[in-house]
């Protein structure tokens, strides 16, 4: 059964588009199963990491959203740790579900 994905990368910020997207077709090509595919990729471009990771201050972030079988995800997460132009990556479950803003006590009171 394909579930939906969410996965974030980091590249170095060396890397320009052409060759993270060449990277990317690479990783995606490792879903192998028809009818799996990739759904939506976003190039954030060059950020500035919260703390250094590898002796980096910025990275290259690309968000990709995909369907795939949880039999792929290993062989896919070794394939990424391979990978020496990723500085990190991070697959999760795209449960779809929206963040709605908690109420607080504060919002039901009334000021006296």
Same mark, same amino acid.
């Given at each position: 059964? /394909?579930r939906? $994905?969410?996965?974030v $990368?980091?590249f170095? %910020? ?15 090509a490792l879903i ?5 595919? =990739?759904?939506?990729v ?8 919260? $703390?250094p990771? /590898?002796?980096r201050?910025?990275g290259? $972030?690309?968000?990709?959203?995909f369907?795939?079988? %949880? ?11 391979? !990978? ?6 991070l697959v =999760?479950? !795209? ?8 109420? %607080?006590?504060? !919002? ?5």
């Open positions: 059964m /394909a939906r $994905y969410e996965a $990368y980091i170095e %910020s060396t890397l320009e588009e052409p060759a993270v997207t060449e990277k990317l077709t690479r990783f995606h192998p199963q028809p009818g799996e595919a =990739v759904v939506d976003t190039h954030w471009g060059k950020r500035t990491l919260a $703390y990771v /590898a002796g201050e910025t290259y $972030y690309v968000v990709t959203k369907e795939a079988s %949880s039999e792929m995800l290993p062989e896919f997460e070794r394939a990424l740790k391979l !990978d020496e132009g990723l500085l990190r990556h =999760v479950l !795209d449960e779809g579900a929206q963040m709605a803003p908690t109420p %607080s006590a504060k !919002d039901g009171e009334e000021e006296e």
